[in-house]
């Protein structure tokens, strides 16, 4: 990690980050205060458990999902995370998705609000050849499925 911040509550988000595997998952997500923020291009959740679901779903849909934090900074109780999120998909060459997380720390020092910012559209819609179609086939596929009951930030 090139450039860091001597907050431990990041340093200990960033190990996590770049040591997450699906078997490890749980670390990660006790870093999360019960009711964090969470938002993606494809996912906006409340609740650590709504969290986990998009993990889960990331490890069960994509080959070998890794993270590498490049920058990390923070000033009170706000962080930035800059990274490289690396995968494979079958029958296709390897994908990074490069992007910056912008986080908030509750009194606790647990993640409370996660907001990733990445484009979609360069990163993954112009890299397929049927655009349309394969883009909203592509958002269905990374959204992670919710049950009914409100787990979802739009009440849904």
Do not use: C
Request: net charge neutral; glycine share 8%.
């Amino acid at each position: 990690m090139p450039t860091t911040s001597d907050d431990p509550r990041l340093q200990r988000l960033v190990t996590a980050y770049e040591q997450l595997r699906h078997d490890n998952l749980a670390a990660l997500l006790a870093l999360y205060a019960e009711q964090a923020f969470f938002k993606d291009p494809f996912n906006e959740v409340h609740g650590r458990k709504a969290i986990g679901r998009i993990f889960a779903h990331m490890f069960e849909t994509l080959q070998a999902p890794r993270f590498t934090v490049t920058q990390a900074m923070s000033a009170g109780e706000q962080a930035f995370l800059a990274w490289e999120f690396r995968f494979l998909r079958a029958g296709a060459q390897p994908l990074v998705i490069r992007g910056a997380s912008h986080l908030r720390f509750s009194a606790e020092g647990l993640v409370d609000m996660h907001r990733d910012y990445w484009d979609a559209a360069e990163e993954l819609y112009a890299r397929l050849p049927l655009l349309g179609p394969a883009m909203r086939w592509l958002r269905r596929r990374l959204a992670a499925p919710q049950p009914a009951g409100g787990t979802q930030a739009d009440g849904g």
